[in-house]
């Protein structure tokens, strides 16, 4: 290919708009143009780079006995209404009447409408189990479509659905997936973990995990251990099951005047204490109740892990002002669990072996000292809470937790029954005995994947292209066109390399070679060769790596062979 003849419009300048370097790279670099917020045009280069992840999930996923399908995006309403999530859904979902009125949505999500394909093709065992995929458009109007190709509105996603007899033929199709999800991003270059997560929305009875791609960037905290094989998303991650044990005399509780004192930073200097000492009060509203969640003061309270606590999901959020005037008497800044009345106290697994804590008074202006759980007030029920933190045991080993950011990438899902029974897919087993199916599915972000690629592998200079996921191997920079000798020789080169199959490109643009160098650099071709004049006297092109910036001058006759090496080997 010829950059002369292809839409690669690179820009000079940082687009406004653009938040993260992913997007920053992609506009700059000529991939990608926006249509509307979170919907994007690819042009050429990134077509590729789609193409070659889709290439590699599509043979994973095949090498797992999965099937290939396409599957509507327009779909009716009455299939998810069937499954209840036309109304879980909400405003993210694209919603569209025909012009008979009927309801329709753009797929966010494919469980509902292959759930229906099966329950209505398969009968029997013997035609279990089933992995069908796509590689395909999802639509979510997300309410914060940002980050560029991070997070769409429209994208591209692999989804498979897997149906099996039981559950245990459903956690080996779980098993598979993940092995060849940890296929996939390997073989794309890209340094990730797969986590522990948790199951949200989606639901289901079983287990889950996220492929996380490293990156500071990343949305997603995740804690693994230093020595065992534990990772998880924060969200999900256990606290140890054996906290601090405390041992002090209990002394009598106070009555002490913090004025303007409310929070826990102010509190720990005003008093003098470590925020380890102060129990710290939130209420919340969860839908229709109220509840009153106590955790360490130098803790976080963990959202995810209380709304499951609480039989989620539901709608979570820290009472008014005035609800938790009318329930403690106070402002928000002195509440505390002593003497109240008419809301459940829970509590994270800490705050019962607290001993001489502060807290609330629930009283403007005061706090409470030489407070003791069991003893000033009743616990209802006690459970992990809260958010770990680095540092911490972990929970699996109890040698030290390590922190890191990532971008989620994909997510494997056990869905257990929870659509077949909704929608009725079952089959007949060896005893002729009608069973439902057990269910998992199984997401790839394709774009974001890309977008995942270029956060972890960058400089100032721009993308730095792991060799699988490349658009092309190798740029071909004659320095100048009007010198005979070197426009015949890079063109020999190219013809060469392309005869050997690899992915090349030459730069014939009437450019001065700083330009060619620049969009070499900001594009990230793996491999750059130039052929200039003071080179080719000697009968040599200098070869960079983008990668290890290291350049070698090698003889023009195994310029091809050389290079064609290099990507054998990083392939
Ligand atoms: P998130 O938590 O980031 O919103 P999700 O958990 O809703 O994602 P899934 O339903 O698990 O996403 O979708 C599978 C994969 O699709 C994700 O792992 C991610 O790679 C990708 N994905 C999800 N939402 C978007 C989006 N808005 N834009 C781009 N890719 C997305
Ligand atoms: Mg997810």
Redesign the pocket.
Known sequence: MRISQLLIPTLRETPAEAEVVSHQLMVRAGFIRKAAA?IYTYLPLATRVIQKISRIVREEMDEKGGQEVLLPIVQPAELWKETGRWDVYGDEMFRLKDRHQREFCLGP?HEEITTDLVRGEIRSYKQLPLLLYQIQN?Y?D?RR?RFG?????E?I?K?LYSFDRDEAGAQESYRKMYDAYTRVFTRCGLTFRPVLADA?A?GGSGGTH??MVLAESG?AAVVYCSECDYAANVERAECSPKPEVVTKDPMEIALVSTPGVKTVDGLTKFLQRGAEQLIKTLVYQADKRMVMVLVRGDREVNEIKLSNFLGGPLTLELASPEAVNALCGCETGYVGPVGVKDVEIIADAEVPLMVNAVTGANKAGYHLTGVNPGRDFTIGRVADLRTVEAGEPCPKCSQPLLAARGI????V?NLGTKYSKALGARYLDENGKEKLMVMGCY???V???MAAAIEQNHDADGIKWPMPIAPFHIVVVPVSLKDQAVAEAAEKLYQDLKALGLEVIIDDRDERPGVKFKDADLIGYPLRVTVGAKTLQEGKVEIKSRHSGVVDLIALGEAASYLQRIIETSI
């Open positions: 979170g999500t999802k979510r997300e479509p190709l991070m997070r769409g509105r994208f996603m989804d949200g989606i996220e492929f949305e989620e990438v994909g997510q899902f997401g790839i972000g774009t974001r994947t």
